[in-house]
């Protein structure tokens, strides 16, 4: 049996092809040249033959570019096909050379890899993904979080706002000793779920861990073009907890038992609204005869504003020699226990953040003015209509100012016979003033 005769020459464009093979005629004992055009269209083989060779490439180079664009075989399509075929040469478009069969070859071979069609973009996306992360620099979380403390610090963010940074960084460092590359969503929600604190604490973290995802980012640490896997993490919603508020009666009783910077403490946050943080940054030279000058740098807010001194606030201090520097030598903590125990000592059960939340209530209902109250608490009007209003009467409000020293501002600032000793437990003590 003769082999099958190879084509001389093959003719491709987009993946259609048109083989030419020499196919000579003989007649009367002489040989007379001749081609064949063999291909394929609508499904059925067809021949054409050509007589030079010139001629052959020239008719075989215009089949197959009407086979590549669908022309040679139109009429053989359905309605249906022909609109399938169209959408997809215009897709094809978009990629120069890569022809319609070329495509639908690559896709089914993929297909091989994945379940469905929709799959297959998916992987193609995480593939993506995946190399942009081998190309960024690479840092590990430890070094990640010391840079970008580094960077609030140079940017002049609060000391506050630092030291829950650092508190909320420790933890996750900690827990995570790898590339922040190589940490994903699921990774980042695990380890939210695992902490044992309250809705409002967990999204607290979730916000600084975002933060520092976004720092990395744009550092070259994640892909630009990507959203980080941190801001896919859930939030979580904290559910809304009821105002707790101090009686004007727990006020006085509290007062009267307390002495020295104790009391001071107390009667700063009841009658100036002052934050915890804020009274234990509080220098003496803050106060002045009128107003209680809050910095930026000690504000929650990094606003400045002044505080009025109301006669209530101003009995208490006149009950106290003034220094110089710090009021209180003590962090926010230990000075939130110092409060704590106060009101206990008194008799009094302890409520949290009760005596800003006090301040806010009484100085709300006493003079009907959101927007003042909201530039003395150094808050948003929104917040102090949503929190406090008509939690307290006008009745109620004037009652919480009108709390005063058993003894008054003129007989306190003489000189006063040395106290009998308290019984024990009833003094909460309070690091001294600062020199």
């Known amino acids: 049996m003769e082999p099958k005769p190879a084509a001389i020459e093959t003719v491709t464009v987009k993946g259609a092809s048109v083989a030419i093979y020499y196919t000579p005629t003989h007649k009367a004992g ?15 083989r067809k021949r054409q033959f050509v007589t030079s060779l010139d001629k052959a490439k020239e008719t075989a180079k215009s089949i197959a570019r009407q086979l590549s664009e669908g022309t040679g075989h139109v009429q053989a399509l359905t309605p249906e096909a022909v609109a399938d075929y169209t959408a997809a040469i215009k897709l094809l478009r978009q990629h120069p050379g890569i022809h319609l069969t070329e495509a639908v070859s690559a896709f089914t071979q993929a297909l091989a890899f994945v379940p469905d069609t929709s799959s297959v973009v998916s ?10 992360k081998k190309a960024v620099k690479q840092i590990s979380v430890e070094k990640l979080v010391e840079e970008f403390l580094a960077a609030k610090i140079s940017a002049g963010k609060s000391p ?8 909320v960084l420790k933890r996750f460092k900690s827990s995570f000793r790898c590339n922040i590359a190589g940490i994903t969503t699921a990774d980042l929600q695990g380890y939210l779920d695992r902490l044992k604190i309250g809705p409002r604490s967990r999204d607290n973290h ?18 630009r073009e990507i959203s980080t896997e941190a801001m896919h993490v859930d939030r979580v919603k904290a559910p809304p907890s009821a105002v707790e508020i101090y009686q004007p009666a727990d006020l006085a009783k509290t ?13 700063l946050g009841a009658f100036s609204g002052l934050r915890t943080a804020e ?89 009907q003015n959101t927007a003042q109250v909201a530039l003395e608490a150094g808050n948003s009007p929104v917040m102090l209509f949503k929190h406090y209003r008509e939690l307290a009467t006008k009745k109620e409000g004037k009652a919480w100012f009108t709390v005063a020293p058993e003894k008054s501002a003129g007989a ?12 024990s437990g009833k003094v909460i003590p309070m690091p001294a003033q600062a020199a």
């Open 160 to 167: 506050r706002y630092i030291a829950e940074c650092k508190s």
């Open 206 to 223: 979730r916000v600084t861990i975002v933060t520092l995802f976004s720092h990395a980012r744009k550092r070259g640490y994640l892909p």
């Open 255 to 267: 007062l009267a038992h307390a002495e020295g910077l104790p009391q001071l403490a107390v009667a």
């Open 412 to 423: 306190a600032k003489k000189t006063r016979p040395a106290r009998k000793p308290r019984k």
């Open 279 to 367: 009274i234990c940054r509080l220098d003496w030279k803050e106060i002045g005869p009128e107003y209680i000058t809050v910095a930026p740098e000690k504000a929650k807010t990094s606003a400045r504003r002044l505080v009025p001194i109301l006669p209530s606030l101003k009995a208490f201090l006149d009950l106290q020699a003034r220094g110089i520097g710090r009021i209180f030598k003590s962090d926010p903590t230990r000075f939130s226990t110092t409060i704590t125990d106060t009101f206990r000592a008194a008799g009094v059960e302890p409520v949290h953040n009760g005596l800003r939340h006090s301040f806010c209530t009484y100085r709300l209902a006493d003079i």
């Open 30 to 44: 002489k040989e007379y040249p001749g081609h064949t055009l063999v291909y394929t269209e609508a499904g059925k």
């Open 123 to 132: 992987a193609a996306k995480f593939f993506q993904e995946e190399n942009q």
